[in-house]
């Protein structure tokens, strides 16, 4: 057998199992979407046993629950910026750090 004989036989091979690799891929994922299939399938069965639920009627705030409402916010409001500034503050100091002489002797 010469040199190209060979050669075809170690194409073949190669190809059957790069062939090989891409069935078992598509096993793999075949089993991926069957689970998802069940999965899903239990999920609209569950969907679908489910009763209306129960409309609750709106009910009047009073004046005192809004002022407590816009406290509540006005704190929360503080307490975020309070944080951006905290974390600016301290991107600030490590870049302050930050050895820019690379020539050290």
Do not use: C
């Not at 090989?20 to 069957?34: D, F, M, P, Q, T």
């Not at 899903?40 to 009763?51: E, M, Q």
């Not at 129960?54 to 009047?60: F, G, V, Y």
Request: hydrophobic share 45%; glycine share 2%.
């Amino acid at each position: 057998m010469g040199w190209t004989s060979w050669l075809v036989v170690a194409v073949s091979l190669l190809s059957l199992y790069a062939l090989g690799l891409v069935v078992y891929r598509l096993y793999l994922n075949g089993i991926a979407l069957k689970r998802e299939i069940e999965q899903a399938k239990s999920h609209v069965a569950a969907a679908k046993s489910y009763d209306e639920l129960a409309i609750e009627p709106a009910s009047p705030s009073s004046i005192d629950d809004l002022q407590k409402l816009l406290a509540n916010r006005r704190a929360f409001v503080r307490q975020r910026e309070k944080k951006a500034e905290e974390r600016q503050h301290r991107l600030v100091e490590r870049i302050r750090d930050i050895d820019t002489d690379k020539r050290k002797a």
